[in-house]
């Protein structure tokens, strides 16, 4: 059975800073306690990822996806192939600009081969989110300041 989590938060940045650092991909291990290793294995034309192979750990597992991007003005969304330890995951990105700050609405579903109990769906959620929103937050700013 899928497995849905989302969070909406609000980041003092606009929605370009904040697309500009997902699409730093290969910096993405230094700020997401999710990711071990990424690598960028084709890029669009305006440079964004398309293609990614990514290396990932939540509690102790650990997983190596292709992932395919499709980046928008003001969203990105990715797909994951098959792996061992799923059939596929989708994310989404959806950022709406609110003055000087944006909207930022994570979806993400994964759909494990095997069923997973529901006390490790909980904190695996709580950690995948505070990474994808917090720890995001966290690197916006910091790429914010050092510009």
């Not at 395919?68 to 003005?73: A, C, F, L, Q």
């Amino acid at each position: 059975m899928a497995v849905r989590a989302t969070r909406e938060v609000v980041f003092d940045a606009p929605p370009e800073a904040i697309l500009d650092v997902l699409a730093d991909i290969e910096a993405m291990p230094s700020w997401s306690a999710l990711y071990r290793k990424t690598t960028v294995l084709d890029r669009y034309p305006d440079g964004r990822p398309r293609r990614v192979q990514a290396t990932l750990r939540l509690m102790g597992i650990t997983d190596t996806e292709i992932l395919e991007y499709h980046w928008g003005r003001h969203w990105v969304v990715w797909d994951a192939e098959e792996t061992f330890q799923q059939r596929g995951q989708h994310v989404e990105y959806n950022l709406t600009p609110e003055g000087d700050r944006t909207r930022v609405r994570f979806d993400v579903v994964v759909d494990p081969f095997a069923p997973v109990p529901g006390f490790l769906v909980k904190r695996a959620k709580k950690i995948v989110l505070h990474s994808a929103t917090e720890r995001l937050r966290e690197r916006v700013m910091s790429s914010a300041r050092a510009e």
